[in-house]
């Protein structure tokens, strides 16, 4: 919701209240929006490798209210003393939202973890029902209610809202730290992907014709003494410890990735 209300109207709010230009609230408006869909991957590699999710979300929730306040504190400065507090805000928001938007989808999975019980299955059907619900609603009221009371009360009340909102959501969370299921980071995908790729890269002309496609090269790649890096490197049975790492699991995602990317040129040419 406080995403949602910030971007409906920002551009109104940095031309008539920051007398901003219109080129420049618009390059404004992109950064902020771009940012905030850029930075969930940075938000999703720091759960995975250093804090775990549940720990992750309450960081960022911290910074998101913090650059709330900020924001809601530029309102009621003015243009001439606010400023670089509001872009400030801005950026801090763009920071936080990405640890939220990357971990609050996959802890809420991390709840009903067992795949094999049936009623955990169709408990984690019904949690991704109501989330994605519960998103549109609240898209629905930012571009309606909160807009409305933007443009006609003035943005500090139209800030000072979703900010309240997402204060008392953060504390409703953190009410059920006991209850909630934490794993603990095992690293992330986004390490070994790249490495296959550079090894897809580097893999031998003479074994390149034997590969099923592009990635499938990795498994040909040689360290300096000619031994397999895959052999040495990734294959966990050696250790005798649980895989955390496959090739498939790394095919299938550059698999989705293929499939999903030319949604987001669509959008745009659209």
Same mark, same amino acid.
């Given at each position: 919701?406080?995403?949602?209300?910030?971007?409906?109207?920002?551009?109104?709010?940095?031309?008539?209240?920051?007398?901003?230009?219109?080129?420049?609230?618009?390059?404004?408006?992109?950064?902020?929006?771009?940012?905030?869909?850029?930075?969930?991957?940075?938000?999703?590699?720091?759960?995975?490798?250093?804090? *775990?999710?549940? #720990?992750?979300?309450? $960081?960022?929730?911290?910074?998101? @209210? &913090? !650059?709330?306040? =900020?924001l809601?504190?530029?309102?009621?400065?003015?243009?001439?003393?606010?400023?670089?507090?509001?872009?400030?805000?801005?950026?801090?928001?763009?920071?936080?939202?990405?640890?939220?938007?990357?971990?609050?989808?996959?802890?809420g999975?991390?709840?009903?973890a067992?795949?094999?019980?049936?009623?955990?299955?169709?408990?984690?059907?019904?949690?991704?029902?109501?989330?994605?619900?519960?998103?549109?609603?609240?898209?629905?009221?930012?571009?309606t209610?909160?807009?409305?009371?933007?443009?006609?009360?003035?943005?500090?009340?139209?800030?000072?809202i979703?900010?309240?909102?997402?204060?008392?959501?953060?504390?409703?969370?953190?009410? *059920?730290?006991? #209850?909630?299921?934490? $794993?603990?980071?095992?690293?992330? @995908? &986004? !390490?070994?992907? =790249?490495?296959?790729?550079?090894?897809?890269?580097?893999?031998?002309?003479?074994?390149?014709?034997?590969?099923?496609?592009?990635?499938?090269?990795?498994?040909?790649?040689?360290?300096?003494?000619g031994?397999?890096?895959?052999?040495?490197?990734?294959?966990?049975?050696?250790?005798?410890?649980?895989?955390?790492?496959?090739?498939?699991?790394?095919?299938?995602?550059?698999?989705?990735?293929?499939?999903?990317?030319?949604?987001?040129?669509?959008?745009?040419?659209?």
């Amino acid at each position: 919701m406080a995403f949602y209300s910030i971007s409906a109207n920002l551009f109104l709010f940095l031309t008539n209240d920051m007398k901003v230009h219109n080129e420049t609230a618009n390059i404004i408006l992109f950064l902020f929006v771009g940012t905030c869909f850029v930075s969930p991957l940075f938000g999703g590699y720091f759960a995975d490798t250093f804090l *775990g999710r549940f #720990q992750t979300i309450v $960081l960022f929730d911290v910074v998101y @209210i &913090v !650059g709330m306040v =900020l924001l809601v504190g530029g309102t009621v400065m003015g243009q001439d003393a606010a400023p670089y507090l509001v872009y400030g805000a801005l950026l801090v928001i763009a920071m936080g939202t990405g640890g939220i938007k990357a971990n609050v989808m996959p802890f809420g999975a991390d709840q009903f973890a067992d795949i094999s019980n049936d009623d955990q299955k169709q408990q984690k059907q019904t949690f991704f029902n109501w989330s994605y619900f519960m998103i549109n609603l609240g898209a629905l009221v930012s571009f309606t209610g909160i807009a409305y009371l933007q443009q006609d009360k003035g943005f500090t009340y139209g800030l000072a809202i979703p900010a309240v909102v997402l204060l008392v959501s953060a504390i409703v969370f953190t009410i *059920g730290v006991k #209850q909630y299921v934490k $794993l603990k980071p095992s690293g992330s @995908i &986004v !390490g070994p992907s =790249l490495k296959m790729l550079y090894f897809a890269f580097r893999a031998p002309w003479d074994d390149r014709n034997n590969a099923l496609s592009f990635l499938d090269r990795a498994k040909f790649a040689r360290n300096p003494s000619g031994v397999l890096r895959f052999t040495n490197r990734y294959l966990p049975a050696l250790l005798h410890t649980p895989p955390t790492f496959t090739i498939p699991t790394t095919f299938s995602t550059f698999s989705s990735l293929r499939t999903f990317l030319p949604f987001p040129l669509v959008t745009y040419i659209a």
